[in-house]
């Protein structure tokens, strides 16, 4: 392997054209599988990144690593871009589908360097691909979504193998049931928006809860605000974008009055203005009032003496869930506070969660929303619980939409490999080599489960070739027990569309750098200063000919 600097020198790319041109390539794309390798599986090791302001980040997942990275090498590049979108389409394998990509070049790395012309490589790909596709769909296992507790036990086990290999694996039958009870009260469509994650330090993992409806945190309030009931039984929601308190008056305003009379007018239609606001809310009957902007201490004070709860300065897109989960819309103006504009709720309440108050709104009719608050330790150990969260959330999703699953820990991609090793022999010329190559590469995934677990990859690998041999299509690695078992049964379950996802997007990204022959960079771009021409006419056209 080439040392590593490959990627970090800017002017040290090598410009070259031909077959080493693509090797160097080749080598770029393994420095990136490198920083993610070991993060792969229920044994994987935490990275712990840190950018240039400082902010440190520890994650498991692929696509966060890769992210954080900034990587320079245009080649190297596409591996991030492939591990992001498996996480924006899937939301889990991403780790997997960079591993796959990299040891996909790694295997024809040797026919490069012999001389086998990259297109002829790239259609064996493509048909090895295709075939792998064809073999995941016929061998994957369809569940029946009219039991619902058979569905349901299904994707908890799924939400639980995508959690198998985050931080937060000791607690996953406790977070799995939470997970699959967030993206049931989901309508049909399942908008990931309307599932809220709210973070509160201290306290432990299990203190986790998970909210029917909406919840967030108590803002900012004036006196008066402790005056206010904290608790109401089917409550008429107010949302709205208007202020409520006396403006500052505006510095480039001026008034002359020659006698207090005219002043004091002029603050008494202040006050009535507020007033008439206040009064039209209170009479519209509504007993919770949200608003995106400030509500002032007169407000409160107010609102308070007529028992109603405020909240201003609540976050958008907090209002837009509350929108969607107790109906109403948010208003710009109070002169229309009819019914069909407030929401409504079957309890409002605020509650305390460790050091904060949360507002909780139960009971929404049209909730096809809810809220997961997070607690824990550490704010870099809460923001990796939320990407694993996250990492499950779409995975349940993904199950719900296409629902057949697929044995995970390398079983898969072992019969795959299996499948495509078979197939090899049956055709003649390069293509025999080049689809064999393909089926080798597969084996990087239950190879590097081993490899992190640590356990006698060789060994492990061997004995899953002849498991497979024989048959036994569903057996994988067994890291409990530095072992191989049928992991269908051990109920290491994922969607069948994350692994066809990973394929595809795996040998598409291995074919495209394979199919680059030459780079050309403009000189300019390395050098730091601003392109030559810029600075006499900072950029606005020709500069004029005096």
């Known amino acids: 392997m080439m040392p590593a600097p490959v990627i970090v020198l800017k002017e040290g790319t090598d410009t070259s054209q031909g077959v080493p041109q693509l090797v160097s390539n080749i080598n770029a794309c393994q420095v990136i599988a490198e920083a993610v390798r070991t993060t792969l599986g229920p044994r994987g090791?935490?990275?712990?990144?840190?950018?240039?302001?400082?902010?440190?980040?520890?994650?498991?997942?692929?696509?966060?690593?890769?992210?954080?990275?900034?990587?320079?090498?245009?080649?190297?590049?596409?591996?991030?871009?492939?591990?992001?979108?498996?996480?924006?389409?899937?939301?889990?394998?991403?780790?997997?589908?960079?591993?796959?990509?990299?040891?996909?070049?790694?295997?024809?790395?040797?026919?490069?360097?012999?001389?086998?012309?990259?297109?002829?490589?790239?259609?064996?790909?493509?048909?090895?691909?295709?075939?792998?596709?064809?073999?995941?769909?016929?061998?994957?296992?369809?569940?029946?979504?009219?039991?619902?507790?058979?569905?349901?036990?299904?994707?908890?086990?799924?939400?639980?193998?995508a959690m198998n290999s985050k931080l937060i694996a000791g607690n996953k039958d406790f977070f799995s049931k939470m997970v699959v009870d967030a993206v049931m009260s989901l309508d049909d469509l399942l908008p990931l928006k309307m599932i809220g994650m709210k973070k509160v330090q201290g306290g432990a993992l299990e203190d986790s809860q998970l909210v029917a409806g909406v919840a967030f945190k108590k803002t900012f309030s004036y006196a008066g605000f402790e005056m206010q009931p904290k608790r109401y039984e089917n409550p008429k929601i107010a949302l709205l974008n208007v202020e409520l308190e006396l403006k500052a008056e505006k510095d480039n305003a001026e008034v002359r009055v020659n006698n207090v009379e005219d002043y004091q007018a002029i603050v008494d239609a202040e006050w009535n203005i507020l007033y008439d606001k206040l009064e039209k809310i209170c009479n519209s009957g509504a007993k919770v009032v949200l608003s995106?902007?400030?509500?002032?201490?007169?407000?409160?004070?107010?609102?308070?003496?007529?028992?109603?709860?405020?909240?201003?300065?609540?976050?958008?897109?907090?209002?837009?869930?509350t929108m969607m989960a107790c109906g109403g819309s948010i208003q710009t103006s109070v002169g229309a506070m009819t019914d069909d504009v407030l929401g409504q709720c079957q309890l409002f309440e605020e509650v305390q969660v460790g050091g904060e108050r949360y507002n909780v709104f139960n009971g929404c009719p049209k909730a096809k929303t809810c809220t997961i608050i997070l607690r824990g330790g550490a704010e870099q150990f809460m923001e990796e619980t939320e990407r694993s969260l996250h990492d499950a959330i779409m995975i349940v999703r993904r199950a719900i939409k296409n629902d057949s699953v697929v044995a995970g820990g390398g079983a898969i991609e072992m019969e795959l490999s299996k499948y495509l090793r078979d197939y090899s022999r049956t055709i003649?010329?390069?293509?025999?080599?080049?689809?064999?190559?393909?089926?080798?590469?597969?084996?990087?995934?239950?190879?590097?489960?081993c490899d992190n677990a640590g356990f006698d990859a060789t060994n492990i690998l061997n004995k899953l070739r002849a498991k497979h041999a024989q048959g036994g299509m569903w057996y994988g690695v067994d890291v409990n027990n530095e072992d191989i078992a049928d992991n269908f049964q051990a109920c290491v379950w994922e969607p069948a569309i994350v692994r066809i996802n990973a394929l595809t997007a795996a040998s598409e990204a291995a074919c495209l750098i394979l199919s680059v022959d030459e780079t050309i960079k403009n000189p300019r771009?390395?050098?730091?200063?601003?392109?030559?021409?810029?600075?006499?006419?900072?950029?606005r056209g020709r500069p004029h000919a005096h």
Do not use: W
């Open 45 to 161: 090791m935490d990275k712990l990144v840190v950018d240039n302001r400082g902010k440190a980040t520890i994650s498991n997942d692929g696509a966060t690593i890769l992210k954080l990275l900034d990587v320079v090498h245009p080649a190297a590049k596409t591996l991030v871009d492939i591990a992001r979108s498996q996480d924006a389409e899937v939301g889990d394998g991403t780790t997997s589908v960079t591993l796959l990509a990299a040891e996909f070049l790694k295997q024809l790395k040797q026919y490069v360097e012999e001389g086998v012309h990259p297109q002829t490589i790239i259609r064996a790909f493509r048909t090895a691909t295709q075939l792998a596709v064809k073999k995941i769909k016929e061998i994957a296992v369809t569940i029946k979504k009219d039991d619902k507790h058979e569905q349901r036990q299904l994707l908890e086990k799924c939400a639980a193998t």
């Open 292 to 321: 995106k902007l400030p509500i002032g201490d007169v407000a409160t004070q107010y609102f308070a003496d007529r028992d109603l709860f405020c909240a201003g300065r609540v976050q958008e897109e907090d209002l837009k869930r």
């Open 428 to 449: 003649p010329g390069k293509q025999q080599l080049l689809i064999g190559a393909y089926a080798k590469a597969l084996e990087i995934i239950p190879r590097q489960l």
């Open 525 to 539: 771009s390395s050098a730091d200063g601003p392109p030559g021409g810029m600075a006499r006419g900072r950029g």
